[in-house]
Nanobody, 117 residues
């Protein structure tokens, strides 16, 4: 069982930056593939970025070159650095932990990012 708590969302102007954090507890953090997903109003939840236990990363095409996912296994935390934000990045951002061995998925409650002038 993994508990995930996101933080760092808020209101930012276009072109600005935010860093999201996701603190994990309850299990061995380093064993999980960690990810960020987002859901905009009226749209389905979509993948933003993932990072494996060894640090391999994967990004949605829409955020490549602007967002960076990282993890600190000692702090049980995954981050999403978001630069050059656009209004279309507005969404609730969710942290995800995926246990490869069991196939279990865990989700945080989400943090709202609003990009607007």
């Amino acid at each position: 069982q993994v508990q995930l708590v996101e933080s760092g969302g808020g209101l930012v102007q276009p072109g600005g930056s935010l860093r999201l954090s996701c603190a994990a507890s309850g299990s061995i953090f380093s064993l999980y593939v960690m990810g960020w997903y987002r859901q905009a109003p009226g749209k389905q939840r979509e993948l933003v970025a993932t990072i494996s236990s060894s640090g391999n990363t994967n990004y949605a095409d829409s955020v490549k070159g602007r967002f960076t996912i990282s993890r600190d296994n000692l702090k049980n935390t995954v981050y999403l650095q978001m630069n050059s934000l656009k209004p279309e990045d507005t969404a609730v951002y969710y942290c995800n932990a995926f246990a490869v061995r069991s196939g279990m998925n865990y989700w945080g409650k989400g943090t709202l990012v609003t990009v607007s002038s």
